[in-house]
């Protein structure tokens, strides 16, 4: 077992894959120089600069040019550096990458992974902080992750690289210094089952990404309190983890979910209206989102605070459903 | 007769406005290490040349769109040392109350309409400026600063080839200090660079030292005449040097020291005082620029320090007319 962080954690998947698998290699803006965050730290040494890539800013042209060398025969790691510039690449993801297996009658697939770190950290403001893996799930054709451990983070990676289709993969900067003991041998993970963070039978909270430590964190204050709280971790948002999730809150009769996004429109609507269509009659109380008002995100520290969902909010969202 | 005279007294303010520009900078920094300036800063030391020089040769009605290394351009433009600090602190007063920080200041009172967190999505919106102030008839230009690593964006290629077709007022700048991030911009460029581009699309290019303040404001002056005059867009090739790390916290380990020392011999401030001393400019003066724009900066960092946190009703301010921000506005 090695102590690892959610940030090595994502190195040592693309490593692990690219050692297994000639065909897998990485490309953007910096990467040479192990990345913006350090992400690919040592990786250039190891396999050279033509399977660590540098780019230029050319948002459009490294996923443009990877979505032709996924058709081409390769499975390239796409590096966005920050979630809000993939957004610069938007035509190349959602009308190329997404569609292309579908068009062109199942001929070949976009076997590519764009990792897109997101979420608030630090206090980056609004064009570099965003959560907008609610529009990734719109488009069909993508599959969408957000893991929350270094665990996930390894394993997620590696089977993200090993699908098939293009994969949005969003790693949250503010889990990049987060441990965890893990094994010497981590096999890919699966991308649709979620994980119980810790069960329960009055109430579920669903989340992902980094909210996943505020609702544990709400589940361990209402355990003071006597009220048992199940607390899932979706992992992958698309596919999402349906059964689990209606499995628990078919027995706690009770759903909170909770996502550093925008409220309005965000999955947790989605999560919602599944479980509503699906166990209208056993709930117990209405089922309750949690996210950020519909605003973009402020750079000072005491606004940008009043976006964020804690623990309390998610424990006091709880409370007023027993 | 003057001339000399009158050259002499522009660069020495100019001199005492790179100061400020450099003393800015330094101490927000300085803030920085102390936790008060909350998000990334990407300082311009070392290219002060560039905004001085090309910012301080427009007239105050221009406008202005510049980058995520933008407070020499913005203090050029105009805006207030103290609002910026407030800015960077995120506090009350600050240029955008609080709610920008450095990368997105402006301040539409000077025609500074905003730096910017991506990376050449300034260029379209600089075409678009101009194009507005051709529809409007307006006697003023826009001028647009953006890196070297911005040429390969998407955005020049279609903010250029617009300000073209469209014969608009508008200045391109790029302010090339060799470097995008961590990266050598050279060894992701293609072809000879900047000024090839533009003049590939019809644009007329220039290229200045742009630790050269004295040429920066010649060339600006001059291309800023040109377009009043119905030239059509111009582009200015700028050569400086980024002196220290893409934000205040990269070391820029990168690089190698000795090519650093050598490129300090260049400093944009260093090469106008030693100017200003040949013309005999005396030590006190050229010293008390310095000293004038550390005392000033401090100021602005005290009043910041003191300044209160943005009232919490800003948060659900100036989203959009219409519609309810809060989440929980509505109830049932
Ligand atoms: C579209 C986009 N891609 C990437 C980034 C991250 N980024 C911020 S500054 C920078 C380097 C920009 O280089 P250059 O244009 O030369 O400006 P400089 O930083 O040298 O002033 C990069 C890659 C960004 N802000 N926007
Ligand atoms: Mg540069």
């Known amino acids: 077992m090695v102590t690892t962080t959610y940030m090595e954690a994502g190195r040592r998947a693309l490593a692990e894959e690219m050692r297994r698998d000639p065909t897998v290699w990485a490309l953007g803006e910096d990467l040479g120089r192990g990345g913006v965050f350090g992400q690919y730290a040592g990786m250039a040494e190891e396999f050279g600069p033509l399977r660590i890539s540098d780019a230029p800013i050319s948002e459009a042209a490294i996923l443009g040019s990877a979505v032709g060398a996924a058709l081409a025969g390769t499975r390239p790691v796409v590096e966005m550096r920050f979630a809000d510039f993939a957004l610069c690449a938007v035509d190349e993801l959602v009308n190329q990458a997404a569609k292309a297996r579908y068009m062109f009658g199942g001929q070949g697939g976009v076997p590519l992974v764009v990792r897109e770190p997101m979420g608030m950290w630090r206090s980056s403001a609004a064009q570099h902080s965003q959560s907008l893996e609610a529009w990734y799930v719109h488009i069909p054709g993508l599959t969408v992750v957000a893991p929350a451990t270094p665990g996930d983070n390894l394993r997620l990676l590696k089977a993200a690289i090993r699908s098939d289709d293009p994969v949005v993969y969003l790693e949250h900067k503010d889990l990049w210094g987060l441990e965890e003991e893990l094994g010497d041998d981590e096999p890919p993970g699966d991308l649709g089952s979620a994980r119980i963070v810790c069960e329960g039978s009055d109430a579920t909270v669903v989340s992902w990404s980094a909210m996943v430590r505020n609702a544990h964190a709400a589940a361990e204050t209402l355990a003071e309190e006597g009220v048992s709280v199940e607390v899932i971790d979706l992992r992958t948002l698309w596919p999402w983890d349906r059964e689990a999730v209606l499995a628990s809150v078919r027995r706690t009769g009770r759903l909170v979910v909770a996502h550093e996004a925008v409220s309005v429109g965000g999955f947790g609507a989605e999560v919602a209206a599944v479980v509503s269509e699906a166990l209208f009659g056993s709930l117990k109380a209405p089922v309750k989102r949690l996210g950020a008002p519909r605003v973009p995100i402020p750079y000072a520290k005491p606004l940008e605070d009043m976006l964020r969902v804690g623990p309390d909010a998610i424990a006091a969202a709880i409370r007023a459903q027993l | ?332």
């Not at chain 2, 100061?19 to 101490?27: D, G, K, L, P, T």
């Open chain 2, 1 to 332: 007769m003057n001339r000399p005279n009158l050259d002499l007294e522009r660069l020495a303010d100019r001199h005492r406005r790179m100061h400020r520009i450099r003393a800015f900078e330094e101490q927000a920094v300085a803030a920085l290490e102390e936790g008060l300036v909350l998000g990334a800063i990407h300082p311009s030391i070392g290219q002060e040349a560039c905004a001085v020089g090309a910012v301080g040769s427009l007239a105050r009605e221009d406008l202005l769109l510049s980058t995520h290394r933008g407070h020499g351009h913005t203090l050029e433009k105009g805006a207030s040392a103290t609002a910026m600090m407030r800015e960077l602190f995120g506090r009350e007063g600050g240029n955008c109350g609080g709610k920008g920080g450095s990368m997105h200041i402006a301040d539409f009172s000077v025609g500074m309409l905003g730096a910017n967190g991506v990376v050449g999505a300034n260029i379209n919106i600089a075409a678009g400026a101009a194009h507005a102030v051709r529809l409007r008839g307006e006697r003023r230009i826009v001028c647009c600063i953006f890196g070297d690593g911005a040429i390969n964006r998407g955005p020049f290629l279609e903010g250029l080839n617009w300000a073209r077709v469209f014969d608009l007022p508008v200045l391109f700048v790029c302010e090339d200090n060799a470097f995008a991030a961590t990266t050598r911009t050279e060894a992701m460029t293609g072809g000879p660079g900047p000024a090839a581009r533009a003049e590939a699309l019809g644009i007329p290019s220039h290229a200045a030292d742009g630790n050269d303040v004295g040429r920066m404001a010649e060339v600006t002056a001059e291309l800023r005449e040109r377009i009043l005059g119905g030239g059509g867009p111009q582009f200015l090739w700028a050569k400086t040097w980024r002196l220290t790390g893409h934000t205040a916290v990269d070391k820029a380990a990168y690089r190698d020291a000795g090519e650093v020392a050598e490129r300090w011999k260049d400093d944009p401030i260093a090469r106008a005082a030693e100017t200003l001393r040949m013309h005999g400019v005396g030590e006190e003066t050229l010293s008390g620029h310095r000293e004038a724009a550390v005392e000033e900066m401090r100021a602005a960092y005290e009043e910041a320090k003191a300044a209160p946190w943005p009232e919490t009703a800003a948060l659900y301010a100036d989203v959009q007319d219409v519609g309810d921000p809060r989440e929980a506005a509505f109830r049932w």
